[in-house]
């Protein structure tokens, strides 16, 4: 039987977005926009079909256990994050496989910016992700406390006490909080939760704050992004690999060691493994859906990204030559989007 849960989901994962926004955009306000949305979730099944024999869940879990093992080859201390799908951590093995989870919308913006998320929901996602601090693993929470999307954002005192509840309710439970807005091209700084300066390199386990700020904000040079990040005193900031996104502005190996070096905490690199992205540097000019076959339909909601049949061998070997470029920039983690994708194939 569809219930009202099952719609949420399948909106959510059609209308799920990115790039360089980790789900930027169209979350589902209300019911009446999810039940109006419910014939492109169908839709959107129909255009990408996937075999029915396929254990999902399983295929994406296997799909991480097998970039931390590529990753880790050489270097055991490589940091794999998947972002969301914090249900798969009922299986032991794959929370033993993460060096971490990131958890979007946990306090803010699971049905709109600024919006508190309905507190069964709340419930749900720590229930799923104290599995993860359970055993010894990092939780990295995102939420969307602001009204602005791509401007920095406004301290009022209402924002503050929006601000203030996100972090009083991760640092409860043990988790590492942030806030930012939905485009993720701005470094908060948030009043009562500023960064205390490394004056050392750190292990995962000493991470105690940390920011996203995947593009540079409007008219901001290269240099100041990366000093910007450099001096923001965060243990872990993550970015894309690319200044830009695409292959002509891939930070190179002497940058990412300076921002290393000035920061004194972990950078980690931004990596999108349950759809394909047209201004990536593996896109080819003969590419559509269903050619090739792994590829599936293009979202609805960010043009240029594609589902894809993640579990597909030739989908994987080009995420671990992604996974390589970013390995040799030296990064020292990645942070996995669209893990969930698999509860697009099971609605």
């Keep these: 039987m569809l219930t009202t849960k099952h719609i949420v989901r399948g909106i959510r994962c059609a209308l799920r977005t990115e790039p360089r926004t980790l789900a930027k955009g169209a979350k589902a306000k209300n019911m009446k926009l999810r039940l109006a949305l419910l014939p492109l979730i169908v839709c959107a099944a129909l255009a990408s079909p996937a075999p029915a024999d396929v254990d999902y869940r399983a295929e994406m879990k296997s799909f991480v256990a097998a970039i931390a093992a590529h990753a880790r080859t050489g270097n055991p201390d490589f940091g794999v994050f998947p972002q969301n799908a914090s249900d798969l951590g009922e299986d032991a093995a794959y929370v033993d496989v993460c060096t971490g989870i990131g958890q979007e919308d946990i306090h803010y913006g699971y049905t709109g910016d600024a919006k508190p998320t309905p507190p069964e929901d709340v419930a749900q996602l720590e229930t799923n992700l104290d599995r993860f601090t359970a055993r010894g693993k990092l939780v990295l929470t995102l939420d969307y406390p602001f009204k602005q999307k791509n401007k920095p954002p406004k301290f009022d005192r209402k924002t503050l006490q929006r601000v203030d509840a996100a972090y009083a309710a991760s640092h409860a439970r043990g988790y ?15 009043p009562g939760h500023l960064p205390s300066p490394n004056e050392s390199p750190m292990e995962w386990s000493d991470v105690a704050e940390w920011a996203v ?17 450099g001096a923001s005193g965060y243990d872990l900031v993550l970015l894309d690999y690319s200044f830009d996104g695409g292959a002509d502005a891939e930070y190179t190996p002497e940058e990412i060691a300076a921002l290393k070096t000035q920061l004194n905490g972990k950078v ?9 992205e047209d201004y990536r540097w593996y896109w080819q000019p003969t590419w559509k859906p269903g050619a090739p076959a792994w590829l599936g339909r293009e979202n609805p909601d960010w043009k240029g990204n594609y589902k894809v049949h993640y579990w597909d061998p030739a989908w994987q070997a080009i995420v671990m030559q992604y996974l390589d470029k970013i390995i040799a920039q030296g990064f020292d983690g990645v942070y996995l989007d669209l893990v969930d ?6 609605e």
Aim: glycine share 4%; net charge negative.
């Design 268 to 276: 980690v690199a931004y990596l999108s493994i349950g759809e394909a």
């Design 213 to 229: 700020q995947l593009q540079p904000a409007r008219k901001q040079s290269r240099a100041d992004y990366l000093g910007a990040l």
């Design 176 to 190: 590492v909080a942030t806030v930012a807005v939905r485009e993720l091209n701005v470094l908060t700084f948030a």
């Design 341 to 346: 994708a698999y509860e697009y194939y099971e």
